[in-house]
């Protein structure tokens, strides 16, 4: 199954019963998916007049009680910025795809991970953070897609997955996880309608008295502290007897472990930690490993964003390198294998 | 005895923070007395703007929800598609739906969607203090006009008539535009909301209700001289009445015989192509064309 038909289905079988799009390269499968299998369901479907409109159209389904979802592409992604921060000033959840291409601007149409910094540090205005989560292959699409919908419940604010064009557009076999059943997903006792003889509901991010909308951001952060001790989640492989780990997510990390399998080949001890959760960021777990003072080695498809993370879970107890290619272009399993190798003074 | 009149159950018992002879308070007054009058507190949800009335939940003692300035078209979109069976009302003023909010709300007005949308149009920018709005008169003085509005000369366009741009829509089924300067016209802007309601609730598509209001304050006007000037300048350029009515019997129901006979054809042409071409050619789009469906 191809990558972006993949979380479509996952989006489906978890649940989600609206969606909002609008064309963009690398992930219109994703829309077109949709389209057919969200109406052939009775389900709500709108092809947006712009990613503007697309994530606000969220915002209300999810409001009503639906749970809903929107997709997109890096220059998209930047427009639904707005939407995403009201979303998270009225503790709204949601689930935005970006299937990640090379920017700045409008860029190119190849897989990219230069979207990390926007991701992971809320992206649009105000103090928030969203919940990342990056898939390395087109199974961990779906399941990440899948279980992206429970998180925004359980915590209620937006989930963002952070594939890129690779992951979209690659086919490989996948399975499903089972379908909802769409009466048995967690209840929700804060969206709007159906009053009966409740006091009215107001579902908004404003708060013109400074002290009070202070202490409903403190509230959110208290429960952004919640989400970092119960939802990080990475993949370590060989890193504790490792000379050297490299450090990567999503289509970057599945490159690493193809160049780890050269190392190991040619007898060279190196690990890989993945992080799954880019935001909250497996940051304790990093900074164990760093105790050992082995180097890093992050390998990233943009100009290093993640490798800032990396330095800041690290906090100098060891060298942090950076193998770093942009616009769309992938590092390959044999450029990341020689650079392993004359860090660790074999090349 | 039969109670007569009395404080809509729907609006709160509380002082608005609106400046004396602004509209707002009025327009809040008869669309809680429409909601009552229907039996629909309970299920209705008004979507409020950015603007002066960012804080219509102050007011409102039903559901609420908050999107961003100009938003409100999409959010309501989604709000009615997941909520059929309620009330949704989208309530804006002129910055947010004929400037910042222009592609919402002619592409849900497009769509058809099921809600109401109640446009307040007062010439200005309101909550910002006073600026240019796409509806402000030319001549009309704003703090981004300071010499009056100048369509051509310094750019500014002209006041856009936006019942008039919507009704070229097939989404639309009604449009209307009131006033609140006198009793009479609170009156008919009443009975248009109310039947833009029952609209709603009988699922017929796009409905909205211009209401042209005072802003005594960024006219600086006292109250008085802003309902003269309002009607001295806003009412003959603007108009009032039902701009488009769809929602007679006969013609509604001729109306949805050809949406019904389009979406036939649509998916007869959809079926008779090759699977994965889905792009209707020149002839297939004959049924459209023929029945000149806008």
């Known amino acids: 199954?191809?990558?972006?038909?993949?979380?479509?289905?996952?989006?489906?079988?978890?649940?989600?019963?609206?969606?909002?799009?609008?064309?963009?390269?690398?992930?219109?499968?994703?829309?077109?998916?949709?389209?057919?299998?969200?109406?052939?369901?009775?389900?709500?479907?709108?092809?947006?007049?712009?990613?503007?409109?697309?994530?606000?159209?969220?915002?209300?389904?999810?409001?009503?009680?639906?749970?809903?979802?929107?997709?997109?592409?890096?220059?998209?992604?930047?427009?639904?910025?707005?939407?995403?921060?009201?979303?998270?000033?009225?503790?709204?959840?949601?689930?935005?795809?970006?299937?990640?291409?090379?920017?700045?601007?409008?860029?190119?149409?190849?897989?990219?991970?230069?979207?990390?910094?926007?991701?992971?540090?809320?992206?649009?205005?105000?103090?928030?953070?969203?919940?990342?989560?990056?898939?390395?292959?087109?199974?961990?699409?779906?399941?990440?897609?899948y279980l992206a919908f429970d998180l925004a419940d359980t915590w209620r604010m937006p989930v963002v997955v952070l594939a890129d064009g690779m992951i979209g557009q690659m086919m490989e076999g996948v399975v499903l996880p089972p379908s909802r059943d769409l009466a048995?997903?967690?209840?929700?006792?804060?969206?709007?309608?159906?009053?009966?003889?409740?006091?009215?509901?107001?579902?908004?991010?404003?708060?013109?008295?400074?002290?009070?909308?202070?202490?409903?951001?403190?509230?959110?952060?208290?429960?952004?502290?919640?989400?970092?001790?119960?939802?990080?989640?990475?993949?370590?492989?060989?890193?504790?007897?490792?000379?050297?780990?490299?450090?990567?997510?999503?289509?970057?990390?599945?490159?690493?472990?193809?160049?780890?399998?050269?190392?190991?080949?040619?007898?060279?001890?190196?690990?890989?930690?993945?992080?799954?959760?880019?935001?909250?960021?497996?940051?304790?777990?990093?900074?164990?490993?760093?105790?050992?003072?082995?180097?890093?080695?992050?390998?990233?498809?943009?100009m290093g964003q993640m490798v800032e993370d990396v330095k800041l879970s690290v906090l100098g107890q060891a060298p942090v390198h950076l193998l770093a290619h942009c616009g769309g272009v992938i590092p390959t399993e044999e450029e990341v294998f020689e650079e392993a190798k004359r860090l660790l003074g074999r090349g | 005895m039969k109670k007569l009149y009395g404080h809509p159950e729907s609006l709160k018992r509380v002082s608005t923070k609106y400046c004396a002879g602004c509209g707002h308070g009025v327009i809040h007054r008869i669309i809680t007395e429409v909601i009552d009058e229907m039996g629909l507190r309970e299920r209705a949800i008004i979507t409020n703007p950015v603007g002066c009335s960012i804080w219509a939940d102050l007011y409102f003692d039903f559901d609420s929800v908050q999107p961003p300035h100009g938003r409100t078209p999409a959010a309501a979109t989604g709000i009615k598609r997941v909520l059929p069976d309620h009330l949704v009302i989208c309530y804006q003023g002129d910055g947010d739906l004929a400037a910042i909010g222009t592609a919402e709300i002619i592409h849900a007005a497009n769509r058809a969607e099921k809600f109401t949308t109640i446009f307040v149009n007062n010439a200005i920018y309101g909550m910002t203090g006073g600026q240019m709005a796409p509806t402000t008169l030319v001549g009309q003085r704003a703090t981004t006009a300071p010499y009056g509005r100048d369509p051509e000369g310094a750019g500014m366009g002209y006041p856009i008539r936006v019942l008039e741009l919507l009704a070229t829509l097939g989404g639309t089924r009604y449009l209307a535009r009131g006033a609140v300067n006198n009793a009479v016209n609170v009156r008919k802007t009443k009975q248009y909301i109310k039947k833009a309601f029952q609209a709603q609730m009988e699922g017929k598509g796009f409905t909205m209700v211009e209401i042209l209001s005072q802003c005594p304050t960024n006219w600086q006007m006292d109250p008085r001289e802003s309902v003269e000037w309002l009607e001295k300048n806003m009412i003959p350029y603007y108009g009032l009445g039902e701009i488009k009515d769809e929602l007679a019997a006969n013609e509604d129901a001729a109306a949805a015989r050809i949406y019904q006979d389009d979406a036939v054809a649509c998916r007869e042409v959809a079926e008779g192509m090759p699977a994965g071409v889905r792009h209707a050619e020149d002839e297939s789009n004959e049924p459209f064309a023929k029945k000149g469906v806008a």
């Not at chain 1, 969606?19 to 009775?42: C, H, R, V």
């Not at chain 1, 606000?56 to 639904?80: D, F, Q």
């Not at chain 1, 990475?234 to 780890?260: F, M, N, P």
């Open chain 1, 1 to 145: 199954m191809k990558g972006n038909e993949a979380i479509g289905e996952a989006a489906i079988r978890a649940g989600c019963t609206a969606y909002f799009g609008y064309p963009i390269t690398p992930q219109n499968e994703l829309t077109a998916y949709m389209a057919q299998n969200m109406l052939d369901k009775g389900r709500i479907f709108i092809q947006a007049e712009s990613e503007v409109a697309a994530i606000n159209m969220v915002y209300g389904a999810s409001a009503a009680g639906a749970r809903a979802m929107t997709s997109s592409s890096s220059p998209g992604v930047s427009l639904k910025q707005e939407g995403l921060s009201y979303a998270a000033g009225a503790d709204i959840p949601l689930v935005l795809v970006n299937v990640v291409r090379g920017g700045p601007g409008l860029g190119s149409i190849a897989p990219s991970q230069a979207d990390y910094f926007q991701a992971t540090r809320g992206g649009g205005h105000g103090d928030y953070y969203t919940i990342v989560l990056a898939p390395k292959s087109v199974q961990e699409a779906a399941d990440l897609t």
């Open chain 1, 184 to 302: 048995d997903l967690p209840r929700r006792d804060w969206t709007v309608g159906h009053m009966h003889g409740r006091e009215a509901r107001h579902l908004t991010s404003l708060d013109l008295v400074p002290e009070s909308l202070e202490a409903k951001v403190r509230q959110r952060f208290q429960r952004y502290e919640e989400i970092k001790a119960r939802e990080v989640r990475y993949e370590a492989v060989d890193v504790d007897q490792a000379d050297l780990i490299l450090v990567a997510y999503g289509t970057a990390a599945r490159v690493c472990l193809g160049a780890k399998k050269l190392a190991d080949a040619a007898g060279l001890r190196v690990g890989l930690f993945r992080p799954i959760t880019l935001w909250p960021f497996p940051e304790k777990a990093l900074a164990q490993l760093a105790k050992r003072g082995k180097p890093f080695l992050t390998v990233e498809m943009s």
